[in-house]
Structure formats: C-alpha cells, structure tokens
C-alpha cells in the first residue's frame, strides 16, 4: 500500500494535513494517537469508506478491513454471516474463514446469533470476516478490543503467519501497547504521522 499526500477537513478544522506512508509486503505497521487525532479518519480513507479532500491511495491487491466497532446482524448466526461474506468476495468455499476461527478458538460458536455473544467474540467475527479472503493488505482499528489474554496472544500469532506470508498489515490503536512486535510505528499528531522509532534513537 501507498499513500500520498492525503489530506483531509471537517468545516474548517484540518484533521489530516498530508499523510505519506508505504507498507510493504510481509510489513507490520502501527498507528497510535489521542482520540480525535483522526486515527479512524485515516483508515475509512485507507479503506474507501471516505474520500480525502486531495492525495493518493494505492493497493496493490485486496484489503481486509476491520472497523473499531463490529457491524453485525444481531439476527444472523456466525455462519450465515461468513456464507454472505463468501458471496460477496466471490469464494469457493469457507476454509480460510474456518481457519481463523481454529486460529482464535472460537469455531463452537458458529451457529450462535451474533446478538447473543459477548464483545469479544463478536470482535472475533469481525476480524474473521476482514481476513476471510486472504487479502494482501490488512487494516486494522483497535483489532484486539475485549480480547482477553489468551485471545491477545493468538492474535498475535496469527499475525505473525500472516506476515510470513507475505502480507502488509497496519494496526492502529490509541495506546502503543505493542511497540515491539512492530516494524515501524507511526504517532498521529497534529494531522501528521512522526516515526516513533526514529524519535527515540534521535
């Protein structure tokens, strides 16, 4: 992913004031900043939800986007949502969803409505239905939100197949819990991103 130039207002007030970052392949990339910074902005932008008042998004393959808030049919199962996402990304089956389920340990949920499980199950869904099709780029908002321990940890295994596997994926959070799993991490300030690394070996 590349991104150019983006710069972004609400009435007068500039949230983004030009944006420039690259995630390679196999990159993992956090984002961090006070709420209201524009975190979400960035990344409804990233994701196409959003159009920026002027700069560049480039994607070089699909993209996984999974919001801060799960968007949920309270009515449907786990397992209808995954048949709907299958449809929509045009997949022959549901074996790499049935993966991530494996891989966050959460498969006995599957028949369950979505308005009875707890936050973290339903952010479990979320971030399955955000890699189901194994896309080249992963966007993620505060991905981990109502994990517990054990969930945290898969989490971050998984993450780390997916980055030996060659995919770009951006986390961004409020606090930087994770600086050190991390190849580079970005604070956003003022409409601008600063390297954190760069500034603590300044």
């Not at 983006?6 to 993992?28: D, E, F, K, Q």
């Not at 986007?65 to 397992?79: G, H, K, S, W």
């Not at 959460?106 to 890699?131: I, W």
Request: glycine share 10%; net charge negative.
């Amino acid at each position: 992913m590349e991104v150019r130039n983006l710069h972004h207002s609400y009435g007068r007030r500039s949230v983004l004031r030009g944006i420039n970052l690259g995630l390679p392949p196999g990159a993992v990339a956090g984002i961090v900043g006070e709420n209201g910074a524009g975190k979400t902005t960035l990344l409804r932008i990233l994701a196409g939800e959003l159009s920026p008042d002027r700069g560049t998004v480039h994607h070089n393959g699909g993209f996984g986007y999974c919001p801060q808030a799960a968007v949920l049919n309270d009515a449907l199962t786990i397992r209808q949502h995954l048949n709907y996402f299958k449809v929509a990304h045009g997949l022959s089956d549901l074996r790499r969803a049935e993966e991530i389920m494996e891989a966050l340990q959460f498969s006995e949920y599957a028949d369950e409505r979505a308005g009875v499980l707890s936050g973290g199950t339903r952010q479990k869904v979320n971030l399955t239905l955000a890699l189901m099709h194994d896309p080249q780029t992963l966007l993620l908002d505060e991905p981990y939100q109502g994990f517990d321990w054990e969930t945290y940890r898969r989490f971050w295994e998984l993450t780390a197949r997916l980055r030996e596997a060659g995919r770009a994926i951006l986390v961004v959070s409020h606090l930087a819990y994770d600086a050190e799993r991390l190849d580079v991490l970005w604070r956003l300030e003022d409409g601008l991103l600063h390297d954190r690394a760069m500034e603590n070996t300044a």
